[in-house]
Nanobody, 121 residues
Framework: QVQLVESGGGLVQAGGSLRLSCAAS????????MAWFRQAPGKEREFVAG????????YYADSVKGRFTISRDNAKNTVYLQMNNVKPEDTAVYYC??????????????WGQGTQVTVSS
């Protein structure tokens, strides 16, 4: 059984930084692309960033490009999201998912439970 567990969320001031982690267990982590999505209250879940199986190719939503960095450590079965220069509009529950590095939520076969990120102005 595959499990994805996010951590690292919290309250941060606008302009600050936060690093999210997603630890995977079960399955073969290094065989899959991974992605971060987020969902704000009253909005649909949206793609944030994705990384391919080896970590040498990444893809970002325009809204976070240049501020967020996705990376992975296959030895630790973990994918990260470094969030810099955060904005109030980044406030959301952040989810990691397995299966794609593109904004294609339908290709995600496992989701984590989510971690709340709140950015104060």
């Amino acid at each position: 059984q595959v499990q994805l567990v996010e951590s690292g969320g919290g309250l941060v001031q606008a302009g600050g930084s936060l690093r999210l982690s997603c630890a995977a267990s079960g399955g073969t982590f290094s065989s899959y692309a991974m992605a971060w999505f987020r969902q704000a209250p009253g909005k649909e879940r949206e793609f944030v960033a994705g990384v391919n199986w080896s970590g040498d190719s990444t893809y970002y939503a325009d809204s976070v490009k240049g501020r967020f960095t996705i990376s992975r450590d296959n030895a630790k079965n973990t994918v990260y999201l470094q969030m810099n220069n955060v904005k109030p509009e980044d406030t959301a529950v952040y989810y990691c998912g397995r299966g794609t590095m593109r904004p294609r939520a339908g290709q995600i076969d496992y989701w984590g439970q989510g971690t709340q990120v709140t950015v104060s102005s």
